[in-house]
């Protein structure tokens, strides 16, 4: 029989070394308590059993000889044999007491967390931890129980008691044999640390890593209300937060993306009293689920200094482990609120196991081929695989027999006991659940294309028809009806040739920059608001600035649907704006990102909510009121003030100075003058903390007085499509005139090269952004001979362009002194 002493340990005795004598998730814990309570890091405390105390008990009782009998010879792919061992395993250790050592050691311990003065007795979390778990090659996360709210010696008892027993969950047998563990040689340590009451507050799970890309300088961060499991689970689609690290560090704020979630529902501690008998939920409070008020559903469940300071604490534990292990670890943490103190805490953290081990030598990417198939229903895009096959709607994970290799899992959600289906599936497709979920976790670690928070995609699916999963176009995950074809794409990146001249990328949409940052480029040459203010924002700026100008109802209801939670509806539009701006300068930071201000004609602004009242018909609104004539023009001003606030909350708020601004459209010198006043009006004053301000070249003023120009902008980026139509006096919208429209015309290509030797003249940075570098490789030879010093493409075409402009440039010899 072993000495009391080391039947149980205080948590803050053990360090990440002990995985051996109290598991994973407990050597995690005692390793915070130990190490960053310094740094501010909160984990509540507790003490943990040790593998020599789950090992007495299995010998005591004389069980392993039993347990071998079970287990020795079972085929985990048998289902049906699967589930009886388990049961009779979990029998067996049920059945058995705890030894009298080892309850007297557990019940002095307990009283040892003394309760706060007028409660009963103590409440506590009683977790599983097993001795194999969370090993950089595995993850044994949610195989084991966890027991909530315990209250009492007797319900302590009994729940550790349940504990031991989970170490043969179905789940856990299956898993073991999967990944080559010895039943025999794993153990199961008990966690028990006071309860922190998230019931009455919130709690989430977060990565220290990007899930969805590999992108390693964010934090992503779910948040919903009530107790942890509903985010773990998917039965919740939570708030979610991205969190910039680098300047967050810095003592920034860099919020780079916040979607409120539906979080319809609460998990709380049923009104039941904790049981102590052997049957039902022993030592746990019932837990039931109540609807979450409509109110509250509009609110996030944590403030943004609570996402920024769990964030930090992400930030520190993953930077701890890191050097503890000497490589760079990404943590998969799961945090609470106690509704009664209103503390955060730290619950859980161990490496991320999937995104962090995959190489970043090889780009892979899908991609859907054209086609006209129908839109079934959509959700959060889990990763940007695709998958096609036959919909299988499971509503329980006992129908496995119904489900085929190869087919889509569409269901309600998933927790550890899908598993077994998991691995059959190509993908999956659930109602309920965000990025952080269980269904969510599995499909990157199975490798298997996702979709989650559907909302109603059992229903929109039938049941056996072919179905595409398509998660390569952005956050947002589709079903399409039918088999649809794509193509998957890679490329090696390890020997990619230098260049004299930046490649740099052209990017719209602010969910697809973390994914394209992994594309090797100098930065980004043109970022367009337009795709932000069309497709996340779609409310005409005036509309809320003069909500009481827009006449349709339904346009008013809708703004109105949209600004909710804002307190102004002002705010609203400089938020989502700042957001997609700061994600787009985070994504490739610190790499410049050229950012130009909108440059939405006339018609265009009329198409969004509430903008027909505030735009004039023009006959020709490609050369009409755009770009830099509306910034200071009093009917606009104002409107364009909020995109200076915008920028202005990214690059000052979020810490991101890598972001550039760039007028568009700017006709004369004399009109830069203005647009920089406007600027300077809201905080923006070129040269104050490295504010750099760019002008596009794509008139043919800005080439014949590029020297005006120069002298009031720091760059130019020429815009070769309205250069083109501007110098050969055609329409490029229009069939009839369109095969005249080439950029290599001779007297185009004169204009280019008089705005770039205009430019470096003056020292001033000159790129060009657009298509013809890359369709062409002489139009590209001609930029590169005459200087230019960027050449910004279509994320498609900036590896291929990269190569040849290698070539054009070693073909030319080194570049003049």
């Known amino acids: 029989m072993p000495p009391a002493e080391t039947l149980v340990v205080p948590l803050e005795q053990v360090g990440i070394d002990a995985v051996a004598q109290v598991g994973g998730k407990n050597a995690s814990l005692g390793e915070m308590i130990r190490q960053l309570s ?217 919020i780079v993306h916040r979607r409120l979630g539906s979080k319809a529902i609460r998990m709380v501690y049923a009104d039941a009293l904790p049981t102590a008998d052997g049957g039902g939920e022993p030592g746990n409070t019932a837990t039931c689920n109540v609807p979450v008020p409509e109110a509250e559903r509009r609110r996030y469940a944590i403030t943004d200094a609570e996402a920024l300071q769990l964030a930090r604490w992400a930030c520190t534990i993953e930077r701890h482990y890191s050097a503890r292990r000497g490589v760079p670890t990404p943590m998969d943490i799961e945090w609470a609120k106690d509704g009664t103190t209103g503390e955060l805490f730290i619950l859980q953290a161990r490496p991320e196991t999937v995104e962090s081990r995959r190489s970043a030598s090889v780009l892979r990417s899908w991609h859907l081929e054209p086609h006209d198939a129908e839109l079934v229903c959509q959700g959060r895009a889990i990763g940007a695989s695709v998958s096609s096959g036959r919909a299988r709607i499971i509503r329980d994970p006992g129908e496995i027999q119904r489900f085929s290799p190869g087919d889509l899992l569409v269901t309600e959600r998933t927790d550890p006991d899908w598993e077994p289906i998991l691995k059959l599936a190509s993908g999956v497709i659930t109602n309920q659940g965000g990025r952080t979920c269980h269904a969510a976790i599995i499909a990157r670690e199975m490798g298997i294309t996702a979709i989650v928070g559907t909302g109603d995609g059992t229903s929109r699916i039938a049941d056996g028809e072919a179905i595409t999963a398509s998660c390569c176009e952005g956050d947002v995950g589709r079903v399409y009806r039918g088999a649809l074809p794509f193509r998957v794409e890679e490329r090696e990146l390890d020997d990619l040739p230098p260049t004299r001249t930046r490649i740099l990328m052209n990017v719209g949409n602010p969910e697809e920059a973390f994914k394209l940052a992994a594309i090797p480029c100098d930065g980004v040459g043109l970022a367009r608001l337009e795709f932000i203010i069309a497709n996340h924002i779609r409310v005409h700026p005036l509309a809320l600035l003069e909500p009481e100008r827009v006449s349709d109802p339904g346009e008013r209801q809708a703004i109105a649907e949209l600004t909710a939670g804002y307190p102004r509806p002002r705010d609203y539009y ?79 708020r979020m810490g991101l100075t890598n972001l550039i601004p760039m007028v568009p459209f700017c006709r004369t010198p004399e009109e830069g003058d203005r647009v920089l006043a406007e600027m300077a009006r809201h905080g923006l004053v070129r040269g104050e903390n490295g504010l750099q301000v760019y002008v596009m070249c794509e008139l043919p003023s800005n080439v014949i007085n590029a020297e005006a120009f120069a002298a009031r902008f720091d760059g130019f980026s020429i815009g070769s499509n309205d250069l083109t139509q501007l110098t050969l006096g055609l329409d490029r919208d229009s069939a009839l005139v369109a095969e005249l429209f080439d950029e290599r015309d001779d007297s185009v290509k004169a204009m280019i090269r008089m705005a770039i030797r205009t430019a470096r003249r003056c020292g001033r940075k000159v790129g060009i952004c657009g298509q013809a570098p890359s369709d062409h490789p002489e139009f590209a030879e001609f930029l590169v001979a005459e200087g230019i010093d960027s050449i910004s493409l279509n994320p498609d075409a900036v590896l291929n362009t990269r190569i040849a402009v290698a070539a054009i440039e070693q073909e030319m010899g080194p570049p003049p002194a």
């Open 574 to 652: 400089v938020d989502l704006l700042a957001q997609g701006m700061g994600r787009l300068a985070a994504a490739f930071h610190p790499r410049p990102v050229i950012l130009r201000f909108s440059d939405f004609k006339s018609n265009e602004y009329a198409k969004l909510l509430g903008g027909r009242g505030f735009e004039p018909a023009e006959e020709n609104p490609m050369l009409g009121w755009r770009g830099a004539s509306r910034y200071y023009a009093p009917a606009f001003r104002e409107a364009f003030g909020l995109e200076c606030e915008a920028l202005l909350q990214a690059r000052q």
């Open 38 to 254: 310094g740094q501010g890091v909160c984990v509540p405390g507790g003490f943990a059993t040790t593998a020599a105390a789950y090992r007495h008990f299995i010998d005591a009782n004389g069980l392993q000889p039993r347990l071998h009998a079970i287990l020795d010879g079972l085929d985990g792919r048998d289902l049906a044999a699967l589930q009886a061992a388990g049961a009779a395993a979990r029998s067996l250790l049920l059945g058995a007491p705890l030894p009298l050592d080892l309850q007297e050691v557990l019940l002095e311990s307990y009283r040892g967390l003394a309760p706060p003065q007028g409660e009963r007795a103590v409440a506590v979390a009683v977790r599983s931890s097993a001795t194999a778990e969370d090993l950089p090659d595995a993850s044994f996360a949610g195989q084991q129980e966890t027991y909530l709210n315990v209250h009492g010696e007797a319900a302590l008892l009994a729940a550790c008691r349940r504990c031991f027993a989970s170490l043969f969950t179905d789940r856990a047998i299956s898993y073991r044999q999967i990944n080559g563990f010895d039943h025999f040689e794993v153990a199961l340590s008990i966690g028990v640390q006071r309860m922190v009451r998230s019931d009455l507050a919130a709690s989430g799970v977060m990565f220290s890593i990007d899930t969805e890309t590999g992108f390693r300088d964010a934090v992503l961060l779910t948040a919903a209300y009530g107790l942890g499991e509903n985010v773990v689970q998917g039965a919740v689609n939570p708030d979610e937060y991205l969190i910039f690290k680098p300047t967050l560090e810095q003592g920034f704020e860099p």
